[in-house]
DNA sequence: TATTCCTATATGTATAGACATAATTAATCT
DNA sequence: AGATTAATTATGTCTATACATATAGGAATA
């Protein structure tokens, strides 16, 4: 060969150059693998990798015996990280601070209840902390933790640590939610963020469960300055 | 086995748990393929496909010679769908409209040339609109359309399609920026939007290029009883 | 006509074996 | 010792083959 041969890599990118072309249309049928598979002159396996690849991705739809096909709607989807704020912030080559606010045993009040699915009022942690970057208020973070399922909090230590850094190490999550809003500042945030009342703030709210069971429900507060970027 | 046997997703999702419930500490060097394909009774080209899974997901760090380990700051990432604006609002129900505000070719000002990399003040398109769910403002988009790039946008007719759903069918993109933000709505957003001057916002903004080359700079704001929200 | 059953077929997955490649470790040379 | 080279090893990938499984679409039936 005059390159190098053939590799579900080539094949991927190729098959992605003829839709993102448009050799072939949304909703076209595309050759079987077997088919496939001789046009490159590789095994089945290898352009079954390929394809794979590429439903994953979200641009074929492929169901057995009716064959793969460009999809018509490809739900085109992007990734972010979940912020960790101490990387977050020194990745900006930035100095990262933190100051614990409050911490408090206390019954969460009917709303955070709502929001975990919790029935009962249950007995959960309250903490409040700000993080700096560079001793600029860059997050204020209002957080409950569910002591039911996670009792080691109770006596944790969060004048070093923030709870987020804490919980990463204690425990983990099977699933999250995420919400992202922007808000008004009410008086205490906007003097806990160096702003003005009533100033917008970018607001990210995230719920984690282990195994249904909830863990933590964390308020998180940005100046708007605040930008969140990612990439495709 | 008591069960099944040994599939790629078994052994997957039993590393997994290991992993989860700290069988395996972040940083443990955990067995090499052929151990674990004893182990599971499983050919060791099944074992490789869920490592690599559980690799992608960031929660594996695979080297070669060195082996397997579980990650220490594991790069957790969640995805967002794409939002399709007209998608976006019949999901939930509501019923879309949408309003042309108006479409000019003009040369963009220097900050949108600076966001899109362009040096010289490229010839554009300008294109205000408005989407509605349930006759109330939910969107307001103020976009740019790289006319070298995309010609026939000039002679397209965005009275009745939104340009992002024009754009959708007419000019792929390969790459991809979104900026998510908070900001207070200026007095034309306001009026638009039907809020009050200064109320914050939550604004979006999407950044399209093919092949290195921009398509379009998207300007999206809501008002700030959106949510935007995604699961782990 | 509508329903049920069957079968052909494309994809899904597993396997043994082979070779490729990166990276650590050991051996060799200066 | 320090630098260079070679051996070793775990992962990365490809292949040929086999069987599993979902399902479209036709055949048989009510």
Redesign the interface.
């Known amino acids: 060969m005059t390159g190098r041969r053939a590799s579900f890599r080539t094949i991927r990118d190729e098959l992605s150059r003829r839709i ?1 072309e ?1 050799v072939w249309l949304p909703g076209t049928l595309i050759p079987g693998e077997e088919a496939l598979a001789e046009e490159f002159g590789a095994a089945r396996a290898t352009v079954n990798r390929a394809l794979q690849e590429l439903a994953r991705a979200g641009i074929l739809e492929r169901k057995r015996r009716a064959g793969t096909r460009v999809a018509l ?1 490809p ?8 912020p ?1 704020i101490r ?1 977050e912030i020194e990745a900006r080559g930035s100095e990262y601070q933190y100051r614990l606010l409050s911490v408090e045993e206390a019954n969460a009040p009917e709303v955070i209840c709502a929001r975990l699915s919790l029935l009962t009022k249950s007995n959960m942690l309250h903490v409040r902390c700000l993080h700096l970057a560079d001793r600029v208020p860059y997050q204020f973070e209002d957080r409950w933790i569910n002591l039911n399922t996670v009792p080691d909090a109770r006596t944790a230590d969060f004048t070093l640590m923030g709870p987020n850094e804490w919980l990463v190490g204690h425990a ?1 999550f ?11 500042a009410s008086a205490d945030e906007a003097s806990l963020l160096q702003i003005r009342e ?6 990210g709210e995230r719920i984690t469960w282990m195994k249904g069971e909830p863990i933590t429900l964390a308020h998180l507060v ?1 100046p ?1 300055s ?7």
């Open positions: 993102a448009r709607h739900v085109r989807e992007a990734r972010f990280v979940i960790r990387q983990p099977s699933n999250a939610e995420f919400t992202f809003m922007a808000g008004a009533g100033d917008p703030v970018f607001i940005h708007s605040h930008r969140m970027v990612t990439h495709l």
